[in-house]
């Protein structure tokens, strides 16, 4: 899934880019417990995160691929990213955000040819779902 962000994007600095992800932090209200089962905790907040900007009409595996961090340019400065690999059993999504345009699902041939209008960390992904389709789909396990 791609999409264009708007206007009305939370990071400013990257309204008018593309994407491939949808993104989100981990909230005070997350309840992130120092002793207690942290990785529940971490999957509700990401459900949490995907459930408040897009609606899922569809089955899915939730396969998490890669730490990302991209000092290159301000936003990459300040975040830190864990990446997830969801797969639908459908192409069944709607936007729920008002900041979230042009919404569609593409084909990595296609992906590339809008790489140069995506935002640093879409591209970075890009890049590595790339190099797992070379390496026949494999990905490290959950």
């Given at each position: 899934m791609t999409y264009v962000r708007g206007k009305r994007a939370g990071e400013t600095r990257l309204i008018g880019n593309r994407s491939i992800g949808i993104g989100g932090h981990i909230n005070p209200a997350d309840e992130m417990p120092l002793?207690?089962?942290f990785h529940e905790a971490y999957l509700g907040a990401v459900e949490r995160e995907v459930a408040e900007e897009i609606d899922i009409d569809a089955g899915h595996t939730d396969h998490v691929v890669a730490l990302l961090n991209d000092?290159?340019?301000?936003v990459g400065q300040v975040h830190l990213g864990i990446v997830h690999l969801w797969t639908l059993a459908a192409p069944n999504v709607t936007r729920r955000e008002q900041m979230i345009t042009q919404l569609a699902f593409?084909?990595?041939p296609e992906l590339r040819a809008v790489r140069d209008s995506m935002e640093t960390w879409?591209?970075?992904c890009l890049d590595g779902l790339e190099e797992m389709e070379r390496n026949g789909g494999n990905r490290p396990p959950v």
């Amino acid at each position: 899934m791609t999409y264009v962000r708007g206007k009305r994007a939370g990071e400013t600095r990257l309204i008018g880019n593309r994407s491939i992800g949808i993104g989100g932090h981990i909230n005070p209200a997350d309840e992130m417990p120092l002793f207690a089962d942290f990785h529940e905790a971490y999957l509700g907040a990401v459900e949490r995160e995907v459930a408040e900007e897009i609606d899922i009409d569809a089955g899915h595996t939730d396969h998490v691929v890669a730490l990302l961090n991209d000092d290159s340019t301000e936003v990459g400065q300040v975040h830190l990213g864990i990446v997830h690999l969801w797969t639908l059993a459908a192409p069944n999504v709607t936007r729920r955000e008002q900041m979230i345009t042009q919404l569609a699902f593409m084909s990595l041939p296609e992906l590339r040819a809008v790489r140069d209008s995506m935002e640093t960390w879409s591209q970075l992904c890009l890049d590595g779902l790339e190099e797992m389709e070379r390496n026949g789909g494999n990905r490290p396990p959950v």
